[in-house]
């Protein structure tokens, strides 16, 4: 056992930051609304860099790593907050811009749709590949989180079949992985803000950083982003090694306390800001806001909670 | 890349030492008496706790970590970590009085203390011959620990001291005391206290056992009234007994609560089970997916602190003493604690009421140990103090003074 990163993973963790501070940052990321999220010539970047094909073999022209080398490149793709369906995309493979929704009785919220060159649905028993131009969607004119455009969708077109419940059920896996990856870069990156401004902000003659009852709100966040960085990690390792532990019980148990980190500390960290916080330019609510669209994606905590019910 | 790249995979060393343990573990616990004494017999409770721990000793299984000049195994920090885990899911009896001995001290010794010191103590505390206890709390140096004022004053090669201690866990079973006194009352506060080794048998100790919310006198008052205790007995030097005590609390916090957070997770699978068999109408208690929900999404923050426990470990195998790593994971598992005692309180209903158990459900040990839980937020720094400890010295806030 040696659970600390490896020189090569902290190399390729420290690539992803760079990248991503040199492309993504926040200016930028708030630009990107304009664009619905993605931008096709920073998408290839994305690309470029291998983001979408790191796990996919060399032979396939992928990178050939591993699921806890992918974790830390979300995490920081988190960090940066950087938006579209990146997650969709990486579990697809594919260098083209992917959506992934859960089939369901009621109207389908699709994410970014209008982007799309691909188009998954995952059902009880298998996976469906639709045209997104055949699908009859309305547009939100107001989504929560401004960097997740959301379309309804009453129906969705049966589509083709594409993979069977075996590959359905490895997708939602992989996708409730990275997103909790994205949410830990999240919970990170909003801890980051709130440590900053409380630094910074005078209040009584004093940084407000120095008084105990804004302090310990700060450490409780950090408390919560190490936790969940120990079981996303984890359930990286234990994909890429399933000897070690429970697959399921381990992704499980890092989308919840990820999910956990990313949306209490996204409220801290707002509350923190005390007014300006509950303002648009302030960036608080946009890393709240993307936990809040992650937080129901790929199994809410619900779904986790249920699951790890039955393991006991 | 497979070789150094994080892991989780037991070595072919570690898989050796966890098979063996195993066969060990399950010859050796059908010849114990499952049955530990009850909470207020503290001689019965020695006697059963120091038996196991020379069981131990004697299978080469105590003071894994440590170089076998002193009695240990000589073996790394995750096979210590195995040890722990694999003693859990045995379950093979916990440290109980050996607690300070095996946890605080005898690391803080290991740690920093002479070759005769070692030699007199680490051996003896490992063949379950030595308890220890604790002596740092004061009535008026709670929190603000470094405010104390035990005194002791030189006189030759001894120290005369007096004053008083608090929350001293096993006193009354106990033969030795690490103590923290203050050596220069000039100095500041920090500055002028030393760390010794008190034998308890020393003329002038007097103990008073303090009775908890649980019920038993898990506590003492000790009180000291001219105690002379030979120089020799110092750890450190004089004065210096502050930074020796943060040795101390590194362990304290980071490593002597892992024991306890795995028998926490097995706890939860426990009240997994009770909740099957406690009737809610025409169903059960597990029937209620509510509840069956929080408790599963309890265990999440159990397994977290699993992970976060082998994170503290690879980085201590790294580095010695565990980090502030110890405070993280403390608060998390306090809160953890604190929220499981709710949710037995709620899987129980009526039958909470008792510390016994109730009609054939196995409910007692579970509304004591919401009981423990209060302590735990409590105990080896309250989550306030971590709380600072972490805004102070990770996040580098401003100190609040």
């Known amino acids: 056992m040696d659970f600390e990163l490896s020189g090569d993973q902290v190399d390729l963790q420290e690539g992803m930051r760079k990248l991503c501070e040199g492309r993504f940052p926040m200016e930028t990321v708030r630009e990107l609304e304009a664009s619905d999220g993605v931008d096709r010539a920073l998408w290839s970047e994305l690309v470029d860099a291998g983001v979408f094909t790191l796990r996919a073999p060399e032979a396939d022209g992928g990178v050939g790593l591993g699921s806890a080398e992918s974790v830390l490149v979300f995490e920081e793709l988190g960090r940066a907050c950087v938006p579209g369906p990146l997650v969709a995309s990486e579990i697809a493979a594919s260098n083209e811009v992917v959506g992934i929704v859960e089939r369901a009785r009621g109207p389908v919220v699709i994410e970014y749709w209008n982007v799309l060159d691909r188009l998954l649905v995952l059902e009880s028993n298998g996976i469906a590949e639709v045209d997104p131009a055949s699908v009859v969607a309305a547009r939100s004119e107001h989504p929560v989180d401004p960097l997740t455009p959301i379309w309804i969708a009453e129906r969705l077109p049966t589509g083709v079949q594409v993979g069977d419940g075996e590959l359905a059920s490895r997708v939602r896996l992989n996708g409730a992985l990275l997103t909790a990856a994205i949410q830990l870069g999240l919970s990170e990156a909003v801890l980051d803000v709130a440590v900053a401004y409380a630094k910074e902000r005078q209040q009584f003659d004093r940084p407000i950083g120095s008084f105990q009852a804004v302090k310990h709100m700060l450490a409780d966040m950090l408390v919560r982003t190490e936790v969940a960085r120990a079981a996303v990690y984890a359930a990286g390792v234990t994909i890429d090694d399933p000897s070690v532990g429970d697959v399921d019980r381990a992704v499980s148990a890092a989308k919840i306390t990820a999910g956990d980190a990313a949306v209490k500390n996204g409220k801290a960290a707002i509350q923190v800001h005390g007014g300006m916080g509950f303002t648009w330019e302030v960036d608080a609510h946009l890393y709240l806001k993307r936990a809040w669209a992650l937080d129901t994606a790929f199994g809410s905590p619900d779904f986790h909670s249920e699951l790890l019910a039955t393991r006991l | ?401």
């Open chain 2, 1 to 401: 890349m497979a070789g150094v790249a994080m892991n989780l995979r037991d070595s072919d060393s570690d898989a050796a030492f966890r098979a063996e343990l195993r066969g060990w573990l399950a010859e050796a616990l059908p010849g114990f008496p499952p049955d530990r004494p009850g909470e207020d017999d503290w001689q019965g409770r020695r006697e059963y706790d120091t038996a196991w721990q020379r069981t131990l000793f004697e299978a080469g299984y105590a003071g894994i970590a440590w170089s076998e000049e002193v009695g240990g195994r000589g073996a790394t920090p995750t096979e210590q970590l195995i040890f722990l885990e694999e003693a859990e899911k045995a379950g093979a009896p916990y440290v109980g009085v050996n607690f300070v001995g095996l946890l605080h001290a005898g690391p803080t010794l290991y740690a920093e203390a002479s070759v005769e010191q070692k030699a007199a103590h680490l051996p003896r505390i490992l063949r379950g011959d030595e308890v220890w206890c604790q002596g740092f709390s004061e009535p008026s140096a709670g929190s603000d620990l470094a405010s104390l004022r035990t005194r002791a004053i030189r006189d030759g090669d001894e120290y005369v001291i007096n004053g008083s201690k608090i929350w001293t866990s096993h006193a009354q079973v106990a033969d030795y005391c690490e103590m923290l006194v203050r050596t220069d009352p000039d100095a500041s506060k920090h500055r002028g206290i030393s760390w010794l080794i008190v034998p308890m048998a020393t003329a002038g100790i007097d103990v008073r056992p303090l009775k908890t919310i649980v019920g038993g006198s898990e506590f003492s008052e000790v009180f000291l009234d001219n105690v002379r205790v030979p120089v020799a007995n110092r750890v450190g030097d004089e004065n210096d007994g502050w930074r020796v005590a943060m040795v101390t609390f590194s362990f304290e916090r980071g490593t002597a609560f892992v024991g306890e957070m795995l028998q926490s997770m097995q706890l939860v699978r426990d009240l997994a089970q009770v909740a099957k068999k406690v009737t809610r109408g025409s169903a059960t208690a597990w029937d209620d997916a509510g509840l069956r929900r929080e408790i599963g999404h309890l265990s999440a923050g159990l397994d977290a602190l699993w992970a976060l426990t082998k994170r503290n470990v690879s980085q201590a195998s790294r580095n010695g003493v565990p980090g502030v790593g110890g405070s993280v994971f403390k608060l998390h598992y306090s809160e953890t604690r604190h929220r499981l005692g709710e949710l037995t309180m709620r899987v129980l209903d009526r039958a909470s009421l008792s510390m016994l158990d109730v009609s054939g459900l196995r409910s007692g040990k579970h509304v004591e140990g919401h009981l423990h839980a209060i302590s735990i937020s409590i105990a080896a720094g309250t989550s306030q103090i971590q709380r600072n400890i972490v805004a102070e010295r990770v996040l580098g806030l401003p100190k609040d003074r």
